[in-house]
């Protein structure tokens, strides 16, 4: 039986297809799915500055500013000279033994996505109030929050550019940046440099797909160990808001490598693992709202991610899926002379299961099997001999039928 001409024509335009097909790389996907139409329909919704203007920001500067937790600053200024405020958010308390650690916040890149605002004003109300949850969080970290990142765009109403009409978020590999642009570098880079790096920064934006969800950045343009951080972080930010933000995977980027022009690629290309940075896209749609509930879900998500984790916290919230795998201790290993010594790893179990707890190194290949078999409730020590190890960046992963938890674990010399 002959195959038939058109089959054999179809096969080799394939063939030709997947030869041409690689060389062109295909565009990141807009993450915030911007629709001029529904935008333009939005703005008439919401009235003027799509419902808070430069001037609204002002006045609750002065009302945050009454709050003896936060410190108010100017950065720097916009195209049109407006201010780009920072709210510096923690205790008034001394810090103890630990160095505090640092998230960073900033929204309205794109004015008309204006609901990641109330999502970020929510952040900000809960962590100025006097909940116990709030005042650990304060003690804890620091958290510097922008509210109002591109206020000329806000104030002239455009959907999602400055006053020069250039889109901040993917102009962070321009030459030179736009004067907001450099304004966030620079508050980042100096941020980065000091002994309390950021550790979690957000970037709050609002989705016309409808939908709450973080925008994950594949293997292909981070590493295997960032991926399973990323899903740490975001399994645990929507186990605080069930059925409210969909799962890790729904929309996922830097599919073909890493892009150079967004603030989370600044991050990546600079910083690698160390910063869990990521966009938070809300719902920019009319059935936007539970602003309150995703910001809850956002602190105990990043206050898990950081190991905010004490009696208060436990006893507010219960176990999400049972499983609580701690930062390793002494954390960096220190491996030089005398000063050897085993590391400790914990982790806890709400009910009976089945684990293995895996050390990886940087390349994802597994180095140890710390703990493996049918483990009862409760606290479990691990106690690991790392002398054998190499300088750098491990991770160890918690793995059961629940779930999984990873962390990091550096070891220096
Ligand atoms: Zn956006």
Same mark, same amino acid.
């Given at each position: 039986?002959?195959?038939?001409?058109?089959?054999?024509?179809?096969?080799?335009?394939?063939?030709?297809?997947?030869?041409?097909?690689?060389?062109?790389?295909?565009? +990141?996907?807009?993450?915030?799915?911007?629709?001029?139409?529904?935008?333009? %329909?939005?703005?008439?919704?919401?009235?003027?500055?799509?419902?808070?203007?430069? #001037?609204?920001?002002?006045?609750?500067?002065?009302?945050? %500013?009454?709050?003896?937790?936060?410190?108010?600053?100017?950065?720097?200024?916009?195209?049109?000279?407006?201010?780009?405020?920072?709210?510096?958010?923690? @205790?008034?308390?001394? $810090?103890?033994?630990?160095?505090?650690?640092?998230?960073?916040?900033?929204?309205?890149?794109?004015?008309?996505?204006?609901?990641?605002?109330?999502?970020?004003?929510?952040?900000?109300?809960?962590?100025?109030? +006097?909940?116990?949850?709030?005042?650990?969080?304060? +003690?804890?970290?620091?958290?510097?929050?922008?509210?109002?990142?591109?206020?000329?765009?806000?104030?002239? +109403?455009?959907?999602?550019?400055?006053?020069?009409?250039?889109?901040?978020?993917?102009?962070?590999?321009?030459?030179?940046?736009?004067?907001?642009?450099?304004?966030?570098?620079?508050?980042? @880079?100096?941020?980065?440099?000091?002994?309390?790096?950021?550790? $979690?920064?957000?970037?709050?934006?609002?989705? !016309?797909?409808?939908?709450?969800?973080?925008?994950?950045? #594949?293997?292909?343009?981070?590493?295997?160990?960032?991926?399973?951080?990323?899903?740490?972080?975001?399994?645990?930010?929507?186990?605080?808001? /069930?059925?409210?933000?969909?799962?890790?995977?729904?929309?996922? @980027?830097?599919?073909?490598?890493? /892009?150079?022009?967004? /603030?989370?690629?600044?991050?990546?290309?600079?910083?690698?693992?160390?910063?869990?940075?990521?966009?938070?896209?809300?719902?920019?749609? @009319?059935?936007?709202?539970?602003?309150?509930?995703?910001?809850?879900?956002?602190?105990?998500?990043?206050?898990?991610?950081?190991?905010?984790?004490?009696?208060?916290?436990?006893?507010?919230?219960?176990?999400?899926?049972?499983?609580?795998?701690?930062?390793?201790?002494?954390?960096?290993? %220190?491996?030089?002379?005398?000063?050897?010594?085993?590391? !400790? !790893?914990?982790?806890?179990?709400?009910?009976?299961? /089945?684990?293995?707890?895996?050390?990886?190194?940087?390349?994802?290949?597994?180095?140890?099997?710390?703990?493996?078999?049918?483990?009862?409730?409760?606290?479990?020590?691990?106690?690991?001999?790392?002398?054998?190890?190499?300088?750098?960046?491990?991770?160890?992963?918690?793995?059961?039928?629940?779930?999984?938890?990873?962390?990091?674990?550096?070891?220096?010399?």
């Amino acid at each position: 039986m002959s195959i038939p001409r058109i089959l054999i024509l179809s096969v080799w335009m394939s063939l030709a297809l997947s030869l041409i097909v690689p060389t062109l790389r295909a565009d +990141e996907p807009d993450k915030c799915g911007y629709d001029a139409a529904l935008s333009k %329909q939005m703005l008439l919704d919401l009235g003027p500055h799509w419902g808070y203007s430069y #001037d609204s920001l002002l006045i609750d500067l002065k009302r945050w %500013q009454q709050s003896p937790y936060v410190t108010i600053d100017s950065l720097g200024a916009s195209v049109q000279n407006r201010a780009i405020w920072q709210l510096t958010i923690t @205790s008034d308390l001394p $810090v103890g033994d630990s160095l505090r650690q640092t998230v960073f916040l900033h929204a309205r890149t794109h004015p008309g996505e204006v609901q990641a605002w109330w999502v970020t004003n929510e952040i900000i109300n809960f962590l100025l109030s +006097e909940d116990p949850f709030a005042a650990l969080l304060r +003690e804890r970290c620091t958290f510097y929050i922008i509210p109002m990142y591109n206020p000329d765009g806000v104030e002239l +109403e455009y959907p999602r550019e400055n006053a020069h009409g250039v889109d901040l978020e993917s102009n962070w590999s321009a030459n030179p940046v736009e004067p907001e642009v450099a304004v966030l570098r620079g508050r980042f @880079s100096e941020l980065m440099m000091s002994s309390a790096p950021i550790e $979690v920064a957000l970037n709050m934006h609002s989705s !016309i797909r409808c939908k709450r969800y973080f925008v994950y950045h #594949d293997e292909a343009g981070t590493s295997y160990q960032y991926t399973l951080l990323e899903q740490d972080f975001i399994n645990g930010v929507r186990s605080y808001f /069930p059925g409210g933000i969909e799962p890790w995977n729904y929309f996922v @980027s830097w599919k073909s490598g890493t /892009p150079n022009y967004y /603030p989370e690629s600044w991050f990546w290309l600079n910083f690698q693992e160390a910063v869990m940075a990521l966009t938070y896209e809300d719902m920019n749609c @009319s059935s936007a709202g539970k602003y309150d509930s995703t910001a809850f879900a956002l602190l105990h998500g990043i206050a898990d991610y950081l190991d905010v984790v004490t009696t208060i916290a436990v006893d507010r919230q219960p176990f999400r899926d049972g499983l609580e795998l701690q930062q390793s201790y002494p954390n960096p290993v %220190q491996l030089s002379g005398a000063n050897r010594q085993a590391t !400790i !790893i914990q982790y806890s179990l709400e009910k009976p299961a /089945p684990v293995r707890l895996v050390l990886y190194d940087v390349l994802g290949r597994r180095i140890a099997v710390l703990d493996e078999g049918y483990r009862n409730r409760g606290v479990h020590r691990i106690f690991y001999n790392a002398n054998n190890l190499a300088e750098g960046v491990y991770f160890y992963r918690l793995e059961t039928v629940q779930g999984t938890r990873t962390r990091k674990l550096l070891i220096v010399r």
